[in-house]
Structures are given as C-alpha cells and as structure tokens.
Nanobody, 115 residues
Framework: QVQLVESGGGLVQVGGSLRLSCAASRSIFSIAVMGWYRQTPGKERELVAS???????NYADSVKGRFTISRDYAANTVYLQMNSLIPEDTAVYYC?????????WGQGTQVTVSS
C-alpha cells in the first residue's frame, strides 16, 4: 500500500551526525508503527528505533541516547537523527511501515562511519 523511500545516508566520520529520512507515499498518521532497521552483511536485520501511532518510541540499547526517531505528518516523513556515530553503526538502514502482522519496507540507504 504505502511506498517508502529512504534518503540521507552517506559517509561520515566517527562522532559525526546524519539525519535519515523516510518519505511515504501517503499519510503516515494512521500507520500503527514506523520503524528504522539496519542490516550488516552476514547479520540479521535488527530494529534500531520505532515509533507508534500513539507517539511511543523505543530504541535498541546500542543506539539509546544517540539516535532519535521522529515524525512529520505534514511531510509524510519519518526521520532518524543519528548523533555520535561510531563504526558499529555502519549498515544499510531500512524504513518500515506497518503493524505486528504486516509491513512495507523501503529500499534502504547506506550509512558508513569511518574511523
């Protein structure tokens, strides 16, 4: 149903910041959960941050205090603000829109943190 396009990835130095954007093709107001996931070659895709329709956010322990997920309903966009980046944050980051039963994925955007 909804189409998602991620952007904002790139190469950044340790300690730097990036803001990822997930632009949706329609309103995200009614979507149960918007989430950011990341995946490194050879590893399972993992949840980084999510935010519910009610505004409840949760984060992986590894990014807590450094990353912030937010929404802009007017822009149909979910953001992931990433601060104090470390090499372990290097991954392809994916946006997901859905609920516990079903979701839609974006194509992913590469984040590389160089030391």
């Amino acid at each position: 149903q909804v189409q998602l396009v991620e952007s904002g990835g790139g190469l950044v130095q340790v300690g730097g910041s990036l803001r990822l954007s997930c632009a949706a093709s329609r309103s995200i107001f009614s979507i149960a959960v918007m989430g950011w996931y990341r995946q490194t070659p050879g590893k399972e895709r993992e949840l980084v941050a999510s935010i519910t329709k009610g505004g409840i956010a949760n984060y992986a322990d590894s990014v807590k205090g450094r990353f912030t997920i937010s929404r802009d309903y007017a822009a149909n966009t979910v953001y992931l603000q990433m601060n104090s980046l470390i090499p372990e944050d290097t991954a392809v980051y994916y946006c997901r829109a859905g609920n516990l039963r079903l979701g839609t994925w974006g194509q992913g955007t590469q984040v590389t943190v160089s030391s």
